[in-house]
């Protein structure tokens, strides 16, 4: 071999382009292949790794797709392209393509979560407002339709370009399926990796429109508000407890809660009535003789008190079922914490029919509201 012969073989190994793309980062999912003028010569060496895929683009319209694996360039291995540029023999060195390589590995943790609360209607609590959070993983399986619809012209995109969309849509059909769950508001929270699964296969379709697949999709967290919390712990506790003793219990409290509100109408009246007594006592000691004067005022014979009055006790119906007797504080306490409403049946001795609380004279007070008569003589 002469001189000339090294040449040529030298000079022809240094023209032929080697493309590839070595990512360096852990967010990119598609890189555009840069060259002069996007000009390729003819036999050039197209090197895709695992994990990519490599898309050839002539003048917008989507040319050929490779995937893993070393190929030399020519009309066998670019039958799309070939026909776009009506080579019937060949081609000739350079063409013009644009190549991007589309990273297709599994792109793991990334984060969601509702922008602004969850409203949903609960039978029992009414409108209440939830939110949720959690993660999701995703990798292109379609990566021409991921280009052309999605990616456009873009030379460098990375995952954060595309999960503002992606949390977008997962916020829109995680509401959608949540409000067509229709569960008791306190089980959300217990069936997240049912509704993590349902969510995953609603919302698979529409990641599969524009070439990405959904893979994972976790719901970690459904919260609510801390008044709504203590509101169901209660609720749930309601049918363990006997109800004389949690009015009691709730009583008490209160009448705890308000003597140690020394400001407020509560503690105000309290130490005017301890004030009283004690002056009445105070007095007695000071005016022995006006006791004494007072008491022979008195009638000689004591006067036997009025009989108690009978304390009127209430049924209810509760979930089908009849419950009670109960007071009139007692079925105050049980409207107040929801076990009853308006709508719900009550009956008392002298009744002749079950009828609805709104509808019972004396517990019309319950509902608020309430105008007094008129005043006798107007």
């Known amino acids: 071999m002469g001189i000339f012969d090294e040449i040529k073989k030298k000079l022809s190994h240094e023209f032929i382009d080697i493309i590839e793309w070595l990512d360096h980062t852990d967010d990119t999912i598609v890189h555009r292949f840069e060259r002069y003028q996007n000009e390729i010569k003819n036999g050039a060496q197209l090197i895709v790794r695992e994990g990519q895929t490599a898309v050839f ?49 599994l792109f793991t943790d990334e984060k969601w979560g509702t922008k602004n609360p ?44 595309i999960n503002e969309h992606l949390k977008s849509l997962i916020s829109t059909r995680f509401t959608d399926t949540i409000g067509e769950a229709n569960l008791p508001i306190e089980l959300y929270a217990a069936n997240t990796t049912e509704l993590s699964e349902t969510c995953l296969e609603v919302m698979q379709p529409e990641f599969n429109s524009v070439g990405i697949s959904l893979e994972k999709f976790f719901i970690e967290n ?31 409290k209160a009448i705890e809660a308000a003597a140690a509100n020394e400001g407020g109408t509560a503690g105000a009246g309290m130490g005017m009535g ?51 007797p109960v007071s009139f504080d007692q079925l105050k306490a049980l409207f107040a914490n929801r076990t009853v409403n308006k709508d719900s049946l009550v009956w008392k ?30």
């Open 57 to 105: 683009i002539n003048e917008g319209k989507l040319a050929d797709v490779f995937a893993p694996g070393t190929y030399t360039l020519n009309t066998q291995n670019l039958p799309i392209l070939a026909t776009l540029k009506g080579w019937k023999y060949g081609f000739n060195s350079p063409f013009k393509a644009e190549v991007y390589f589309v990273n297709t590995h």
């Open 274 to 324: 301890m004030g009283f007594v004690l002056a009445q006592q105070m007095g007695g000691m000071m005016n022995p003789m006006a006791g004494q004067q007072q008491a022979q005022v008195q009638p000689t014979s004591p006067t036997a008190p009025p009989p108690m009055p009978v304390q009127v006790q209430y049924f209810y119906a509760h979930n089908g079922q009849q419950a009670g």
């Open 349 to 378: 001795q002298g009744m002749a029919n079950w009828t609805a609380l709104k509808d019972v004279e004396e517990l019309k007070s319950f509902l608020g509201g309430s105008t007094p008569p008129p005043l006798p003589g107007n």
């Open 222 to 252: 459904v919260s609510m508000p801390e008044e709504l919390k203590k509101e169901i712990f209660e609720y749930s506790r309601i049918d363990k407890l006997d109800l004389d003793k949690l009015t009691k219990f709730k009583t008490a």
């Open 118 to 161: 969850i409203t949903l209607n609960d039978d029992r609590f009414g409108l209440v407002e939830i939110r949720a959070f959690g993660t999701y993983a995703f990798k292109i399986n379609d990566p021409g339709k991921f280009i052309i619809d999605v990616v456009g012209t873009d030379a460098n995109f990375t995952n954060f370009e």
